[in-house]
């Protein structure tokens, strides 16, 4: 990407915000983003800085943390960054899938990039992959990022589209994987973690519980509100959706506020709710569920509906963990933390 364009999408993308918003986020991710080299982000922070906003800027990079060095490591430090390091476990289960075009373990070189990042106490949280070699191992998993300080994590289904494959495998997982990983790993985190260690997808639930709408777009009923930007300035509908038929413009032409709202947009993100099949309207968990993200509504219902792949999956956590997230909610209610669940069964 051109230092030119790079700064007109940071300045698009800060006069894009609504007059009521408190902060501006920019999520650097997409491949590895730390090969674009620390002197780009210098700039990118020094364009951010340049639009003298009241505002409060937030920077968050996805990355498998392989390049973090100590140079790095204090330019996140200095600016605040939040750092979501990919991992996908011990070193056995991350290199399962995560070698490098070489074919060797990129485990060490990630665990050294926390390293650096602890030293120089940069904030980081975790999002691992979980695939079909995987999900047997939840616990493992699961103990393995605590003992290394991951305090935040996320866990995202390999749903390997045939469109994006690189290599002649396929690691996707089949609903009642999925399913598994998640039961074992609610077993694991409810015995003895909650309140002090947060996973994405438990706190999404026990917010929607409250009353509270999904802070995850995959369980919203309608989506639509996270664009990308590609590297070559194409903006997208979103970050699972980069393909011609979703392309809403470039910023090289078009304001980011005008794709934003445009009809094709607005059309994106109502169509999941519009889309969603008779079946999944009448289950006992669309409130937590919503059908999941379009991009996983690639199995049928008997009317022939589009419905999640992963939909057995989800019912499975959602019979299992329930009767343990309903005392949670009691808990906080009347303001206790969801730790002293048990008292509320």
């Not at 993308?13 to 918003?21: D, F, K, M, R, T």
């Not at 996908?88 to 060797?104: E, W």
């Not at 904030?123 to 003992?147: D, G, P, R, S």
Request: aromatic fraction near 12%; glycine fraction near 8%; hydrophobic fraction near 35%.
């Amino acid at each position: 990407m051109p230092q030119s364009m790079m700064e007109q999408i940071v300045h698009s993308h800060i006069e894009a915000q609504p007059v009521q918003a408190t902060q501006v986020d920019f999520i650097w991710h997409g491949g590895e983003p730390m090969l674009r080299g620390l002197a780009f982000y210098q700039s990118a922070v020094a364009a951010q800085q340049s639009k003298k906003v009241t505002k409060q800027i937030i920077n968050t990079m996805q990355t498998n943390g392989t390049l973090i060095n100590d140079r790095w490591a204090s330019f996140f430090a200095q600016h605040d960054f939040m750092l979501g390091i990919s991992i996908d476990g011990p070193n056995l289960l991350n290199d399962i899938a995560r070698i490098d075009k070489n074919g060797h373990s990129s485990f060490e070189r990630t665990m050294r990039g926390i390293s650096y990042l602890k030293k120089h106490n940069v904030e980081f949280n975790t999002l691992t992959v979980v695939n079909n070699k995987t999900y047997q191992h939840a616990k493992t998993i699961y103990q393995f990022l605590v003992e290394n300080g991951s305090g935040y994590m996320q866990f995202q289904p390999c749903m390997d589209h045939e469109l994006d494959r690189r290599t002649g495998h396929d690691w996707s997982l089949t609903g009642e994987q999925w399913g598994q990983f998640l039961c074992d790993l609610f077993d694991a985190w409810s015995a003895a973690d909650v309140g002090k260690v947060y996973i994405q997808f438990f706190e999404n639930c026990l917010m929607i519980l409250m009353g509270y709408p999904s802070q995850m777009c995959h369980h919203s009923a309608t989506c639509g509100q996270q664009l990308m930007v590609e590297h070559d300035g194409l903006v997208y509908s979103c970050d699972h959706f980069g393909y011609q038929d979703h392309k809403l413009g470039s910023m090289s032409s078009d304001k980011l506020a005008q794709m934003a709202m445009s009809s094709q947009q607005v059309a994106f993100g109502t169509n999941k709710y519009h889309d969603l099949n008779s079946t999944c309207r009448s289950c006992d968990f669309v409130e937590m569920c919503q059908g999941g993200c379009p991009k996983n509504r690639i199995a049928t219902t008997q009317d022939g509906g589009a419905m999640n792949h992963l939909c057995q999956g989800y019912k499975m956590f959602f019979r299992h963990a329930l009767p343990k997230l309903l005392p949670m909610v009691e808990a906080m209610k009347k303001g206790y933390s969801p730790a002293y669940f048990p008292l509320f069964n």
